[in-house]
């Protein structure tokens, strides 16, 4: 089935789908040893041979993980000042996760990243309405009257924001701490309707994002979306399309290392009828070799003449006799 070059370099890992354009536009990428410019150039990943930067695109597993993002982190790959970025915390993912929207510098809290560009499509679509939760300090003590402002929506210059969900949660002095809920993405909103309503941010911190939490981790730590989370995902946003066991989700090497050990009082190899390791027999000899076998009853297959020695004898006994050998007396 032919798709789009960029959503097959995008679900690759090598980039994002816009950055994917790019390397596209460029004339990076090559589709069966020719050099693809157009942007609506198609490709089918499992018959055609492509290429970037002269490197063969191999699929890589989908990864989807959610990261509390510690504050003064940029919520990029990479960053010309030097600053930290979040890819500095999520290198033990094993894959090329990328950020599911952005959080500012200065906010904390949760933030979704994943290698699936079309998932990451899919939540920051404008018509989604993927509802994002955050809880904020502001300067200044806000009443309903205020509250109902942000409820309704607030003004700013690039048009009236959407209605927003608030709950004032409680007042500390000369500041109030509250609750948000928006469904819609733009760049520093919160901040904007503080600075356009008299009420300047002062901390924000990310509850939720399309349901999911943070719940349990610690600033800089991530974990692995549950099936239950993705699924839950799917009912109501459309993406991912199709959602496998958490262990599937991880790439091969760690997959590996969560595989279950065998079962206990499973058949061994190669051990028998009962399992156990043959020992080495007395049976006689053919051809120069000797077979392995049961051990006989009867010593005397072995070239001895009498019977076997009976318990409490002491002594060793001599070869090709019954009685045993006779001390030497000292002088």
Do not use: C
């Amino acid at each position: 089935m032919e798709e789009r070059l960029q959503k097959i370099i995008a679900r690759s890992g090598v980039s994002s789908r816009r950055a994917a354009e790019e390397l596209v536009t460029a004339g990076r990428v090559r589709v069966n040893g020719r050099v693809v410019t157009e942007l609506g150039a198609k490709a089918d990943p499992r018959r055609d041979k492509i290429e970037v930067d002269g490197k063969r695109l191999t699929a890589e597993s989908p990864v989807y993980l959610v990261l509390h993002k510690p504050r003064n982190v940029v919520s990029t790959l990479h960053d010309p000042e030097g600053r930290p970025t979040v890819a500095d915390h999520v290198r033990s993912a094993g894959a090329r996760v990328y950020p599911v929207g952005r959080l500012d510098f200065a906010t904390s809290g949760v933030l979704l990243m994943t290698n699936d560009g079309e998932f990451s499509n899919g939540l920051l679509h404008p018509r989604g309405g993927v509802p994002k939760t955050y809880v904020l300090k502001v300067r200044g003590v806000m009443d309903e009257g205020d509250a109902d402002v942000w409820r309704t929506g607030v003004e700013l210059e690039d048009g009236k924001t959407l209605p927003a969900d608030v709950r004032i949660l409680r007042h500390e002095g000369d500041k109030t701490w509250l609750e948000i809920t928006l469904r819609e993405g733009r760049n520093q909103q919160i901040r904007r309707m503080g600075e356009a309503t008299g009420f300047p941010v002062m901390r924000l911190a990310r509850l939720s994002f399309a349901g999911v939490t943070s719940e349990g981790l610690l600033p800089g730590k991530w974990r692995l979306l549950t099936v239950d989370e993705l699924l839950a995902i799917r009912k109501e946003f459309g993406v991912p399309k199709r959602v496998r066991p958490a262990v599937d989700q991880m790439p091969a090497q760690r997959a590996k290392q969560q595989r279950p050990r065998a079962h206990v009082g499973a058949a061994p190899r190669d051990r028998g009828e009962r399992g156990e390791r043959p020992r080495a027999g007395y049976a006689s000899r053919e051809g120069g070799r000797e077979e392995r076998g049961a051990r006989p009853a009867d010593r005397r297959e072995r070239g001895t003449s009498g019977p076997p020695r009976e318990r409490g004898t002491s002594g060793p006994r001599e070869r090709g006799t019954s009685r045993p050998r006779e001390r030497k007396r000292p002088t």
